[in-house]
Nanobody, 117 residues
Framework: QVQVVESGGGLVQPGGSLRLSCAAS????????MNWYRQAPGKQRELVAS???????NYPDFVKGRFTISRDNVETTVYLQMNSLKPEDTAVYYC???????????WGQGTQVTVSS
């Protein structure tokens, strides 16, 4: 069994910062990718950051320079540091664990991020 749990969402003013955490546990085999996605009301879910089991990170252009994905010594605990937040960053943020060999995806329950004055 694999579990993915996010935390750290909340309300922040435009220009502010927030850090999300994600802990994955269970039978996790390399190679894998841990991703952060978000979904705003009426919009499709979109990828905002990823980090491979080898430590390679990737970001779409609309968050480059503002969002940073990192992990700690427990490599299946990852963080999303979000700076210079904009109202359009408002969404439910989901952590995803992708096991590459089996192609299984595991999702967290999501955490709400609201950017508003």
């Amino acid at each position: 069994q694999v579990q993915v749990v996010e935390s750290g969402g909340g309300l922040v003013q435009p220009g502010g910062s927030l850090r999300l955490s994600c802990a994955a546990s269970g039978s996790i085999f390399r190679p894998y990718v841990m991703n952060w996605y978000r979904q705003a009301p009426g919009k499709q879910r979109e990828l905002v950051a990823s980090i491979t089991s080898g430590g390679i990170t990737n970001y779409p252009d609309f968050v480059k320079g503002r969002f940073t994905i990192s992990r700690d010594n427990v490599e299946t605990t990852v963080y999303l540091q979000m700076n210079s937040l904009k109202p359009e960053d408002t969404a439910v943020y989901y952590c995803n664990l992708h096991l590459v060999r089996s192609q299984y995806h595991y999702w967290g329950q999501g955490t709400q991020v609201t950017v508003s004055s």
